[in-house]
């Protein structure tokens, strides 16, 4: 079982713009780095610690340009110290290769998928989210070679088996961040049911700390669980683009719905200070707000 956050404290994660939506599905995504800075400060003032950061070139494409995560990252860190952390999931245009490039542009953590997926439906349906255990292996050495704690992300159960890999080999450092993520339409990825979340928690490595993704209309219900569990949460448009039904959300008021309810449960929501501290990062941002 996980440990439960210490001093009744919340990690709320704000996952903005994902590789998946666009501007057509919800004009309020956050794609370019001033809107994705912007958005992220209304987060981090609605209680967010940690921006799951996903990069888009100019016409709103996924990219692995650096150059592109450099300046998200210095116009974030501009306005306030939130964690970053890249995804090294990207999106399905982007090769294995450039999936983890972002690391260059020095996150303090990245995201990190704990095995392969099928992708069958949109552009992209009958081709692998390929995330294979010697893939896996590659990213969490070049993680670890350069102080960026990973965001493990798991869809399933057998993927605990690679969590546990990487744990005996000793690629990865205690606490064990394990974000749960359920409800992805694609083959291979578990239902998001209350059931299935208590199932995987159930399994989980000693020394870890869970957060709750859930995608679509899933979102509210399983990471209100997920908090009265004692663990995290990850909210935004990258996961869920509605507010309730029919009605189109913004990041910010996402967070502060979560936050809303973490108070109601008897909980605050952690600081960037406090989660880095929980999860016992070790880089500090590259640059202070000024
Ligand atoms: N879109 C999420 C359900 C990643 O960026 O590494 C999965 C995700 C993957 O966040
Ligand atoms: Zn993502």
Redesign the pocket.
């Known amino acids: 079982m996980p440990i439960p956050l210490p001093e009744n404290k919340v990690i709320v994660t704000v996952?903005q713009t994902?590789?998946?939506v666009t501007k057509e599905m919800n004009p309020h995504l956050p794609e370019q780095p001033e809107e994705i800075a912007a958005s992220a400060y209304a987060c981090y003032n609605e209680g967010a610690a940690i921006v799951?950061i996903?990069a888009r070139d100019s016409r709103g494409e996924n990219t692995a340009d650096i150059g592109i995560f450099r300046s998200i990252h210095e116009k974030v860190r501009s306005l306030c110290n939130i964690i970053i952390q890249d995804?090294?999931?990207?999106?399905p245009n982007l090769t294995q290769e450039e999936?983890i490039h972002c690391l260059q542009a020095a996150p303090e953590m990245?995201?990190?998928?704990m095995g392969s997926l099928m992708r069958v439906s949109g552009r992209y349906a009958g081709t692998p989210?390929s995330n294979l255990p010697e893939e896996i292996e590659d990213y969490v050495r070049q993680m670890k070679a350069v102080n960026v704690k990973p965001?493990m992300?798991v869809?399933s159960h057998p993927m605990l088996r690679d969590v546990n890999s990487i744990i005996a080999k000793g690629l990865i450092e205690k606490p064990y961040y394990i974000?749960i993520?359920l409800?992805?339409k694609y083959q291979g990825a578990c239902e998001a049911t209350p059931k299935i979340l208590i199932s995987i928690l159930d399994l989980l490595p000693q020394d870890s700390i869970f957060n709750c993704?859930a995608?679509g209309s899933a979102q509210l219900p399983l990471t209100t669980l997920a908090m009265v569990l004692g663990g995290c949460v990850?909210v935004g448009l990258?996961?869920n683009i509605f507010y309730r039904k029919g009605e189109l959300a913004t990041n910010a008021q996402l967070v502060a719905r979560a936050v809303r309810i973490a108070r109601e449960l008897g909980k605050e929501p952690a600081t960037p200070e406090e989660a880095r501290r929980i999860l016992g990062l070790k880089t500090a941002p590259k640059a202070e707000p000024g």
Do not use: I, P
Not at 87 to 91: E, K
Not at 110 to 113: C, D, E, I, T
């Open positions: 996952a994902g590789a998946l799951h996903h995804s090294t999931g990207g999106g999936r990245a995201s990190l998928n989210f965001e992300e869809y974000n993520v409800g992805m993704t995608v990850r990258e996961d």
